[in-house]
């Protein structure tokens, strides 16, 4: 018996199409090429697929970024005015409208913009029928790296939630394929993701933050394909070739207007809906522990003491105690992180956050902070559909563990880097 492998079958049947296509189209002379032949050849290039996609993928978020930033300017001077209202935060009532839930959980609802501006640029590129092309672009180059061409889909669906992402793993044949997948997804820069980076590359980049918003990305892809290819060769249950990848692309028209603002919208409710459960919570247990014991500052209050027993384990990479508290409830949720930044500073007294940010942190180790947040650990509800989907406590244990070591190296080669070229300059 001829054991036919997943390569051999593949490639018969693209001979097969080709066959079929010739046959089917000889004798019909030359034929002008439709638009859509011509955006395929710019699209589907070999050499200029991939840094088309590249080239757009740039262009969606410095346009989320910087359409958003007279918006988010006006939403966050509404909440300061809303969080001055009654004076001085001098009793604990007025300390928590202005610092817990103005400062707090207000300032998070500020970066809902860019969340906005982000969906609509993506929906247009769905809708558009670009993406399923630009999958198709990156088969290739994945499949040569040790993923599967289906694995691309819920990668970039990470860019949005990492949760349906890796529940849309269970579309691709081939266990080791899957179960590397959803070990890498978490490194797809997700939605809550982004207003830190908003909230450090404003404050520290000045017009150049949205090429630093969208190297957290690039450095989010990249850094996925390498895991691959290392679960691949030391990984004994994981090794082998992934299995072929045949898709069916769509014709190219022109987005609804209607259908992308839905699905903007629909992401804008998810986010809100966070807002009003998880994130509040948030604000008035981080408010609390830094508020108290009352009258007695925000380093010997209680998220202080926890603060300073943490600061060890990042000082190294140049971040202080509050930079460590942030990164300690982003656990809970990424957005948490600008939560517990806006009520530490708000509570120190340090003024405006951006300002504050540019106070605590260099460009350098503003750079390294949203590394670290990109890599270091998903969110708690992600960590627990990955033990739902894989069903070993292993397996997410072990994506838990690289993440952090990663996260680690990887905001410590920055670091390094960064100020060495500082110091050559």
Not at 88 to 113: K, Q, R
């Amino acid at each position: 018996m001829v054991d036919v492998n997943a390569d051999t079958f593949a490639e018969a049947r693209y001979k097969a199409i080709d066959h079929i296509l010739h046959t089917s189209l000889a004798g019909r002379g030359h034929h002008a090429l439709t638009t859509s032949d011509m955006l395929d050849r710019v699209f589907l290039h070999k050499r200029l697929g991939i840094p088309v996609f590249l080239s757009l993928m740039w262009a969606t978020f410095q346009f989320a970024f910087a359409v958003s930033e007279p918006f988010m300017v006006m939403l966050e001077s509404v909440f300061g005015w809303l969080g001055g209202l009654f004076g001085e935060p001098l009793t604990p009532l007025i300390s928590l409208w202005a610092d817990g839930i103005c400062g707090g959980l207000g300032f998070v609802l500020v970066f809902i913009f860019p969340i906005m501006f982000l969906f609509i640029a993506l929906a247009i590129l769905e809708d558009s029928g670009y993406l399923p092309r630009a999958a198709f672009v990156m088969d290739r180059l994945m499949y040569r790296l040790g993923l599967h061409g289906r694995s691309f889909i819920p990668m970039l669906m990470g860019f949005g939630c990492n949760l349906p992402a890796i529940m849309a793993t269970r579309s691709i044949d081939g266990e080791r394929d899957r179960l590397i997948t959803i070990l890498i997804n978490p490194l797809m820069s997700c939605g809550a993701r982004l207003p830190v980076y908003v909230l450090i590359a404003g404050a520290l980049f000045g017009a150049y933050a949205g090429s630093a918003i969208f190297s957290m990305y690039v450095l989010g892809i990249v850094l996925a394909i390498i895991m691959a290819l290392l679960f691949r060769k030391f990984i004994p249950s994981l090794r082998g070739k992934p299995a072929p990848f045949i898709m069916e692309l769509p014709p190219y028209h022109r987005p609804d207007a209607k259908s992308v603002l839905l699905y903007m919208w629909s992401r804008a409710v998810i986010f809100l809906k966070k807002a009003g459960t998880i994130l509040l919570g948030g604000a008035l247990v981080l408010w609390f522990m830094a508020s108290f014991p009352w009258g007695r500052g925000v380093e010997s209050s209680y998220v202080g003491m926890l603060g300073h027993i943490l600061e060890p384990l990042v000082s190294p990479l140049g971040f202080d105690w509050m930079a460590a508290i942030a990164l300690f409830f982003g656990f809970l949720a990424k957005e948490i992180v600008v939560e517990t930044l806006g009520i530490l500073y708000g509570v120190g007294g340090s003024g405006a956050i951006t300002g504050a940010v540019a106070t605590h942190m260099t460009p350098v180790t503003g750079l390294a902070f949203m590394a670290f947040t990109l890599i270091y650990l998903p969110c708690l509800a992600t960590v627990g559909i990955v033990k739902a989907e894989t069903g070993s406590w292993k397996w997410t244990g072990f994506m838990v563990l690289y993440q952090l070591v990663l996260a680690y190296v990887v905001a410590g080669i920055i670091v390094v880097v960064g100020n060495f070229i500082i110091g050559v300059l």
